[in-house]
C-alpha cells in the first residue's frame, strides 16, 4: 500500500515537473513570413505600487496583454496582432541585447522586475531575470506597450467629436496664448 502510494506520488511529481518545462500552448513560430520571425515571448514586469503587466506574443503576429487583477488570475485582458515593422524592432532589440547567448540582467534596482521568457524559431530558449533597467528589455517593452495601445482606438472612435464651437475656442485660445480651460475669459481682477 505505501509503494502504490509512493509511486504515485513519484508519477505526479514527474508529470508535473515534465509539463513544467515545455512550451506553453500559445507558443508557435509562426509562418515564414512571421512578424517576429518565429520569436515567440512571455514578458513579465513586477514594478513600484504593486504594477503587475504581462505581455505574451508568438510568431504568427498575435499579441496578448493583461495587467493588475488579470495577471494574478492567469486572465487576458486584452489581444491584438504586431505588425511586421514592431516585429522586426523587437528582433532587433533582442539581438542587440544578446537575450539568447548573454540575456541582460539590470542594472540591480529595485525598481522593477523582468521575467522573460522568449523562444526562437531556431529552437532557442532563454528564461531569465532582470532587476531594475535594462536598455533591450525596455525597448522591447514600449514596442508591446505602444502595440497594445491600439485597443483603446476602437474606444476613443466612438467617442463624440467636439463641436464646431468648441474647437474654435479652442483653436483661437491656443493661439493667443490663454488657458484652454478658460476662453474667452479676460483673467482681469477689476
Known amino acids: 500500500m505505501i ?27 509562426g509562418p515564414v513570413d512571421s512578424p517576429t520571425d518565429g520569436l515567440s ?16 506574443f508568438n510568431g504568427t503576429g498575435t499579441l496578448w496583454f493583461a495587467g493588475g487583477v488579470a495577471v494574478t488570475n492567469d486572465k487576458t485582458s486584452w489581444e491584438g496582432r504586431l505588425n511586421p515593422e514592431q516585429g522586426r524592432a523587437i528582433v532587433a532589440a533582442v539581438r542587440k541585447g544578446r537575450w539568447f547567448t548573454n540575456p541582460p540582467s539590470g542594472d540591480g534596482s529595485e525598481s522593477e522586475t523582468w521575467t522573460i521568457h522568449a523562444w526562437s524559431r531556431d529552437n532557442l530558449t532563454a528564461s531569465f531575470k532582470v532587476y531594475g533597467k535594462s536598455e533591450s528589455v525596455q525597448e522591447v517593452y ?3 506597450n505602444k502595440a497594445s495601445s491600439a485597443r483603446f482606438d476602437e474606444f476613443l472612435s466612438t467617442m463624440p467629436k ?6 474654435m475656442d479652442l483653436r483661437n485660445a491656443t493661439m493667443v ?14
Open 177 to 190: 496664448g490663454e488657458d484652454p480651460g478658460v476662453a474667452g475669459e479676460t483673467g482681469d481682477l477689476e
Open 41 to 56: 515571448m512571455d514578458l513579465f514586469l513586477e514594478g513600484s505600487a504593486q504594477k503587475l503587466v504581462r505581455y505574451r
Open 162 to 167: 467636439p463641436s464646431l464651437d468648441q474647437q
Open 3 to 29: 509503494r502504490d502510494r509512493s509511486f504515485i506520488l513519484i508519477l505526479l511529481l514527474l508529470t508535473m515537473s515534465l509539463v513544467g518545462c515545455s512550451k506553453s500552448q500559445w507558443v508557435t513560430s
Open 142 to 144: 514600449d514596442i508591446l
